[in-house]
C-alpha cells in the first residue's frame, strides 16, 4: 500500500557520487524531490537513477543549461519508463510559468503576451540568499555559449508569433507603473515559459504566449550600485581565477546579499515577493492574427520570502500535484517544464491554499 503523508519515514542515506546509492533510493520510491545543487556538478546522477528505476522526479534548479540538457537526454527514456522529470518546481519558476497560464485562463478571450515583474520586498534586516545560488549564476553566466550549443542540438520547433509582436525592452528602463528602475530578469523563468509555450502549441494546439521577464530595482542609487557590481562580475566571471574569487568571497562580491549562512529568520520574516504580470490578448470573436491587441489584463503572484520559504511550499506541492492529480498529468512520462507538466491538474488551488497567491489585479476593457 502508499504511505499517506505524515506517516513516519526513515532516513536513506545515498551520494549524488555513489550511483548505487541512488538507484536503491530511486527503487524505494515513486517519486524523489531533489534539493542539492548546483545542479550543474550534481544534478544528472540523480536524474539517471529516477529514470532507470522508475521513479518520478522534481527539482528546484534554476538553472537553464542542466534543465534543458536533461531534456535533450532523458525525455525519451522518460517516456518509456512512464516517469516525469519535472524541473524547476522552486521560485524559480513555478510562480512565473504559472502565473502566465493562470494570466490565460482569467482572460476572457486570447492572451498573446505577458510581461512580469519582479518586486523582492524586504524588512529592517535586508536579504540573503546562500551562496548555491551565486554559485549557479557564477558558472551559468560563464558557460553560456554551451546553453546556446544545445539548445542546436535540442533543435527547438520555432514558436509561431501569435498578435502583436512583444516589443522588447532595453536591459535597464524605468517603469512608469512601478515608479522604479527595472532589468530584465536573468533567472530561468523566461526560458522555463517559452518551454511550456512551445509544448502546449505544439502537444495540445494552444495558442503560444509570448513573454517578457523583468525584475524592479529600485532608484537611480540602486541602479548605480547594481551597474557597479555587475560589471565587477561579468569581467571575472570570464576568468577561472575570477571565477574562484567570485565563489570565495560571495559576501564581498555582492555587496552582502549572497552569504554562505544563507537568510537568518529575522531576514526571512522580513521578506516578501509580489511577481505582477501585465497581459494583452484579444477579445472572444476577435481574430488575434489582425489588428491590435484590444484587451488587456493586470494578475499577480504574492509570497513569503522566495528561497526558503516559498521554494518549499511550491515544490511540496508540485510533489503532491504530480502524486494525486495524476490524472490531469500529460499523458506520458517526460521530461517536462512546470507549466508543460501542470497545466490541467490543481497547484494553483494548492499553492493559493499555502500563501503562494494567484490573484487578478485588474481587467481593463480597452
Not at 495524476?326 to 507549466?339: E, H, T, W
Request: proline share 5%; charged share 20%; aromatic share 10%.
Amino acid at each position: 500500500g502508499k504511505a499517506a503523508p505524515g506517516e513516519e519515514v526513515g532516513v536513506l542515506l545515498c551520494d549524488v557520487g555513489d550511483a548505487g546509492s541512488l538507484a536503491t533510493m530511486a527503487r524505494q520510491t515513486r517519486l524523489v524531490l531533489n534539493c542539492v545543487g548546483p545542479y550543474r556538478f550534481f544534478g544528472e546522477p540523480v536524474v539517471e537513477a529516477c529514470v532507470e528505476n522508475g521513479a518520478s522526479c522534481i527539482d528546484i534548479s534554476g538553472e537553464p543549461q542542466f534543465l534543458e540538457g536533461m531534456y535533450l537526454k532523458y525525455n525519451e527514456k522518460a517516456a518509456e519508463k512512464g516517469v516525469y522529470v519535472i524541473g524547476s518546481c522552486g521560485f524559480d519558476s513555478i510562480p512565473a510559468d504559472m502565473g502566465v497560464l493562470y494570466t490565460r485562463d482569467k482572460l476572457k478571450g486570447t492572451l498573446t503576451a505577458v510581461e512580469s515583474f519582479l518586486s523582492v520586498k524586504s524588512g529592517p534586516e535586508g536579504v540573503a540568499v546562500h551562496d548555491g545560488t551565486w554559485k549557479s549564476a557564477v558558472y551559468g553566466l560563464a558557460d553560456e555559449a554551451n546553453l546556446k550549443k544545445l539548445r542546436k542540438q535540442i533543435g527547438y520547433a520555432p514558436v509561431p508569433v501569435v498578435g502583436a509582436k512583444l516589443k522588447k525592452r532595453g536591459f535597464l528602463f524605468y517603469s512608469p507603473e512601478f515608479k522604479e528602475y527595472c532589468l530584465t530578469f536573468m533567472g530561468s523563468d523566461g526560458s522555463v515559459v517559452r518551454r511550456t509555450q512551445r509544448y502546449l502549441h505544439t502537444e495540445l494546439q494552444e495558442t503560444p504566449v509570448q513573454y517578457g521577464a523583468y525584475v524592479t530595482v529600485g532608484g537611480l542609487g540602486s541602479v548605480i550600485k547594481l551597474m557597479f557590481m555587475g560589471m565587477l562580475f561579468l569581467l571575472l566571471v570570464k576568468f577561472n581565477f575570477g571565477r574562484k574569487l567570485l565563489t570565495k568571497y560571495p559576501e564581498f562580491f555582492s555587496a552582502g546579499c549572497f552569504t554562505k549562512k544563507g537568510p537568518t529568520q529575522k531576514q526571512m520574516d522580513g521578506t516578501s515577493f509580489t511577481m505582477t504580470f501585465f497581459g494583452e490578448g484579444y477579445s472572444e470573436g476577435q481574430d488575434p492574427q489582425n489588428g491590435k491587441p484590444n484587451v488587456k489584463i493586470c494578475t499577480e503572484v504574492k509570497g513569503p520570502e522566495p528561497g526558503y520559504i516559498a521554494t518549499p511550499i511550491a515544490m511540496v506541492q508540485a510533489a503532491l500535484s504530480l502524486l494525486e492529480d495524476a490524472a490531469s498529468l500529460p499523458k506520458q512520462g517526460g521530461v517536462y517544464s512546470p507549466g508543460a507538466a501542470f497545466s490541467k491538474t490543481k497547484l494553483i488551488d494548492r499553492l493559493n491554499k499555502r500563501g503562494v497567491e494567484f490573484s487578478v489585479i485588474s481587467k481593463p476593457e480597452v
